[in-house]
Structure formats: structure tokens, C-alpha cells
């Protein structure tokens, strides 16, 4: 049994920062690649920035230079910190991690999982 869970969200003007924050918690043995998603109303969702155990990252086009993603491992935690944002970026963004856990019979197994959510709203 696994849960992320993401925090951070909220309204900022454009130009403005924000950090949101997504912790796992459960029977993980470990965690491997993590990464935020995000989805506008009416779009489909997309890849925001995904970031390896070892801290490997990749970037949307859209977002590259504006945002960083990192993670620490002792926590379980990956980040995404958001500067200058745009109106654009407005979305519902997801926390999503490739994990291996530990089944209540011992067996180990690999899933991906995803997080409730959280809102992100940029005005202009």
C-alpha cells in the first residue's frame, strides 16, 4: 500500500513562483523515476518534468528554464519549483512515481502511481 501525496498548489500572479512538494509513503522498497504532470481543462495531460533516482531530469519545452525538479531520497520526495509563471501554466498538476513495493506476502512488485492532485492558478 503506497499514497503520494501533493501539496503546494494556490493562486500567484504571473511572474510570481511557486513549490509544490509530493511525498511517498507507504511499503516502498524503492523508488524509481518520479515526475509532475499537469492538465488545463480541455487538454490533455501532459509531461511537465520527470527526474531519475540518481537525478537525471527532462523538461517540457515549455517550461524548461522556468522550472526545476528535484527530489530527495531520504524523504521520498520530489519538488517542483515553479518561477516566472505564466498565465499558460494554469492546470491541475500531478505527482506521479515508477515504485517498487512491498506486498503484505512478502512479493515485490512495480507500478506506477499518481497523486490527487493539486491546482495551480497563474493570472495575468
Known amino acids: 500500500q503506497v499514497q503520494l501525496v501533493e501539496s503546494g498548489g494556490g493562486l500567484v500572479q504571473a511572474g510570481g513562483s511557486l513549490r509544490l512538494s509530493c511525498a511517498a509513503s507507504g511499503r516502498i522498497f524503492s523508488i524509481n523515476a518520479m515526475g509532475w504532470y499537469r492538465q488545463a481543462p480541455g487538454n490533455q495531460r501532459e509531461l511537465v518534468a520527470t527526474?531519475?533516482?540518481?537525478?537525471?531530469?527532462n523538461y517540457a519545452d515549455s517550461v524548461k528554464g522556468r522550472f526545476t525538479i528535484s527530489r530527495d531520497n531520504a524523504k521520498n520526495t520530489v519538488y517542483l519549483q515553479m518561477n516566472s509563471l505564466k498565465p499558460e501554466d494554469t492546470a491541475v498538476y500531478y505527482c506521479?512515481?515508477?515504485?517498487?513495493?512491498?506486498?503484505?506476502?512478502?512479493?515485490?512488485?512495480?507500478?506506477?502511481?499518481w497523486g490527487q492532485g493539486t491546482q495551480v492558478t497563474v493570472s495575468s
Open positions: 506521479n512515481a515508477d515504485m517498487t513495493e512491498t506486498t503484505a506476502r512478502g512479493a515485490i512488485v512495480s507500478n506506477e502511481y
Open positions: 527526474i531519475t533516482r540518481a537525478g537525471s531530469t
